[in-house]
C-alpha cells in the first residue's frame, strides 16, 4: 500500500502531539471529483507501544501510560479464551485483535461454575476448593499472559466471574444452593486474592474486574475479600468491577477506595432479552457516569456482533462503539460470538463489525479523544440530533476549548448545526466514513448538511 501511494506521487501528513512518542500517519488520496479530497487513515494508537502500567490522567477523565501518552480503551471480549484456545491459537487470536487496532481483551480467568478447559483441566483440584489451585490450569494461563506481554495487549481479567443467572461463582443458584464463592468464604477467597496477586503481580499489562455480569448482592464480603488479597500482593495493576446490565461499577460500589475505573453497561432501547427490560441506550448511561463521577469509564458490555438475531449487526456495533466514545468515556469493549470461541472462531475474528472499529481508533488518535467532552446537553445538533433515548441518537463531543467538535450520526437527516455553541467561526467540514476511513470535505456549507449515504457517519468540525 505504502509503495503505491509514494509511486503515485502522494505525500504524508503526520500529526505530532504534544508527546513524541504519539504520532499518527495519514496517507492523502485526491480524486478527480471537484468537491471532494479523501484521507485514509491507515495507522492508529492502536499499533503503538503502549508503555504499561496504565494509570488515572490527572483530570481523571481518561487512562495514560507511563510517558501520559493517553490510551483509548478498544477492547474485545473472548471471555473463554483462557479455557478454549491453546496457547498457538490463542497467539494467533492477539495477534490478529492487534493487527484489528484492539489493544485490549477481557477474559475470565477461572470461567463459570464447573466449566473445564480443553484439557479437561479445572482451575482447581478438588470441588472448586479456592485453596487448591490447579499448577496445571494455571500455567497455561501463564504461558498466554507472557504471549500477550510480548504482543503489548492489555489484559482486562475477570478472577471470579459473578454471573449473570445464578450459575456461576457468587452467591446463591435458582434452588437457593450457596454457589462457590460462599462455600469457600471470606477467608479462602481473601487468601485466592493473594495467591493470584503473588503470581500475576508482575504483569504490569492487566487490570482486574472484580464482579462479572451481575451486582455483588451477598457475596459483597467475599468480593471485599478478593480484593484485598489482591491489592495487597499488587501494585501497578488498575481495577474496576463488572455489575449487572444498566447498572455501572459506581452504582454498586460507590466511593470505594479501591475502584479506579468504572465500566457501563447497557444494550438500547427496545433490547428486551436482558434481566431488565428497560435497556437505556449507551450515550444515555455515559452522560449519567460523566455527570456523576470524575473517574475514567468504559463500555465494557453491549450487544454482541451476530448474537440476538439483527441487533448483533455491523451498524448497531459502530453505534455502541461511536457513543461511548464521544459520551466522555475512556473507551469501550466490542463484542461477538467469539465470548465463547466457537469452531469457526478465525472466521469470526473478520466479521464487518470488527474490522470497521479500527476507523474509530484511528479516528480518537487524529483528533484527541482526551480532548473531547461530550455535548450531553445536545446544543450543537439541536432539534436535528433525532430523538433522545432512542437507537437513531445522533451525538457530538467538543474540544475543550470549543473550536472542534466530533458528530457520529447513525442514518441519513439532514443537520442543522448551530454554530454559536463553537467559540470559533466553522471554516472546515469534513465527513468521515467509520466503514472505511474516508474522509471528503465539503466545500459548501450552505444550508442543511446531509450525509452522503443512508448509512453511518461522522462529521468532523473544524479538524
Known amino acids: 500500500m505504502t509503495a503505491f501511494w509514494k509511486s503515485m506521487g502522494h505525500g504524508t501528513n503526520i500529526r505530532v502531539s504534544n508527546s513524541k512518542q504519539r504520532i499518527t500517519p495519514l496517507l492523502i488520496m485526491k480524486t478527480t471529483l471537484p468537491l471532494v479530497s479523501i484521507v485514509l487513515f491507515l495507522f492508529s494508537s492502536a499499533f503503538a507501544q503502549v508503555s504499561f502500567p496504565l494509570s488515572v490522567s490527572k483530570n481523571g477523565r481518561h487512562l495514560i501510560d507511563t510517558d501520559s501518552v493517553p490510551f483509548f480503551y478498544q477492547a474485545d471480549t473472548p471471555w473463554h479464551l483462557f479455557f478454549d484456545l ?17 489493544n485490549a481483551l477481557q477474559i475470565m480467568l477461572t470461567g463459570s461454575k464447573g466449566q473445564l478447559d480443553f484439557n479437561g483441566e479445572s482451575p482447581w483440584l478438588g470441588d472448586r476448593d479456592f485453596s487448591r489451585p490447579n499448577e496445571k490450569f494455571f500455567e497455561r494461563v501463564d504461558a498466554v499472559l507472557e504471549i500477550a506481554k510480548n504482543h503489548n495487549m492489555y489484559i482486562a481479567i475477570v478472577p471470579l466471574w459473578s454471573g449473570c443467572c445464578r450459575g456461576d461463582m457468587a452467591g446463591n443458584d435458582v434452588d437457593g444452593n450457596p454457589l462457590p464463592m460462599m462455600v469457600n468464604g471470606v477467608k479462602k477467597t481473601y487468601e485466592f486474592g493473594k495467591w493470584l496477586g503473588n503470581r500475576y503481580g508482575k504483569y504490569l499489562n492487566i487490570m482486574w474486574i472484580i464482579g462479572g455480569d451481575n451486582d455483588p448482592f451477598n457475596a459483597i464480603e467475599e468480593y471485599g475479600a478478593l480484593v484485598k488479597g489482591l491489592m495487597e500482593t499488587t501494585t501497578d495493576q488498575l481495577f474496576t468491577y463488572h455489575a449487572a446490565s444498566t447498572h455501572s461499577s459506581t452504582d454498586v460500589y460507590p466511593g470505594a477506595n479501591w475502584l479506579d475505573v468504572s465500566m457501563i453497561y447497557t444494550y438500547f432501547r427496545g433490547f428486551n432479552k436482558a434481566w ?42 459502530r ?23 466457537p469452531k469457526n472462531w478465525k472466521e469470526v475474528l473478520e466479521l464487518e463489525g470488527a474490522l470497521s472499529l479500527i476507523h474509530l481508533a484511528n ?7 482526551e480532548t473531547l467532552e461530550p455535548d450531553w446537553l445536545g446544543t450543537l445538533l439541536e432539534d436535528s440530533a433525532g430523538e433522545y433515548a432512542s437507537n437513531n441518537y445522533a451525538i457530538s463531543a467538543f474540544t475543550k476549548e470549543r ?21 470559533r467561526p466553522i471554516n472546515s467540514l469534513k465527513w468521515y466514513n467509520p466503514r472505511t476511513g474516508e474522509q471528503s470535505n465539503i466545500l459548501s456549507r450552505k444550508g442543511f448538511i446531509v450525509p452522503p449515504s443512508e448509512e453511518d457517519w461522522v462529521l468532523l468540525v473544524n479538524y
Open 363 to 369: 479516528l480518537m488518535e487524529h483528533v484527541g479523544f
Open 276 to 317: 431488565n427490560k428497560i435497556q437505556p441506550d449507551v450515550y444515555e448511561v455515559a452522560y449519567d457516569e460523566y455527570r456523576k463521577n470524575k473517574m475514567p469509564f468504559f463500555l465494557g458490555e453491549s450487544n454482541y456482533e451476530r448474537e440476538h438475531d439483527d441487533w448483533g449487526n455491523p451498524t448497531q456495533i
Open 319 to 341: 453505534k455502541q462503539a461511536y457513543w461511548a466514545a464521544l459520551s466522555g468515556s475512556a473507551g469501550h469493549a466490542y463484542g461477538s460470538v467469539n465470548w465463547k470461541i
Open 86 to 102: 491453546k496457547p498457538v491459537d490463542a497467539e494467533y487470536y492477539i495477534k490478529r485483535r492487534k493487527e484489528q487496532g484492539f
Open 403 to 423: 473550536t472542534s467538535a466530533v458528530i457520529y450520526v447513525p442514518s441519513k437527516r439532514r443537520l442543522k448545526l448551530n454554530s454559536t455553541s463553537l467559540s
